[in-house]
């Protein structure tokens, strides 16, 4: 019986053990393909950057840049974030075996992750910027800004859902490196319905 629970374990482990391995290492096109998802990122979140870092307009009504509005100077620091991520992740990652090692899955997975939340927070906010410009606010009197500076909402827009894309590239690589910490750990024990369980009884 005691065999039996060993040999047991021991398939449960070689199972979790053999799917990472063929993950990470028994095939250089998945490896390749991860890569590439780490290397895309690099040049929307550039060309995301560029075009928000080059949003400004001067006519009559006055002067307006993105500069002077703390969501858009966030987006470009978290584009540039982004940016330098991925380019060193990528690298990493075509590396054979490189992130075989727990420190190094456990790495990907949490700075995947963090890097997800910091790109979308940066296209929530200026989202909901370009919402005001756009559309004002009669509560309070607000009227939009973008029929007076419509060349600098259209450059804005355009590096929002840039940014919105490379969140999409993040979502995936979240997928791919929580399955490939998660892959490393046995599932958990069943207990054996068949064993008697002795309960301790208290006289009164």
Known sequence: MEKSDDHHKTSNGV?????????????TGIRTAETMLRLAPVGLCLAALVIML?????????????????????LVH?????????????AISAMPGSSSTMPRVWTFFCLDQILTYVVLAAG????EVLY???????????????????????RATASVIITFVVVGFYVVLSLI??????????PPAIADSNKNVEVATFGS
Do not use: M, P
Request: net charge negative; aromatic share 16%; with cysteine.
């Open 15 to 27: 199972s979790g053990g053999t799917a990472t391995e063929k993950w990470e290492d028994g095939s």
């Open 54 to 74: 080059q949003d400004s307009q001067d006519n009559e009504f006055g002067s307006i840049s993105y500069s002077n509005l703390s969501a858009f100077r966030y």
């Open 78 to 90: 978290a584009n540039g974030i982004c940016a330098g991520y991925s380019l060193l992740s990528a």
């Open 124 to 127: 929530a906010v200026s989202t």
């Open 132 to 154: 005001l410009a756009y559309k004002g606010d009669d509560a309070i009197t607000w009227s939009d800004a973008c029929s007076s500076f419509g060349s600098f909402c259209h």
């Open 177 to 186: 490196s929580s399955y490939k910490l998660f892959t490393r750990f046995d």
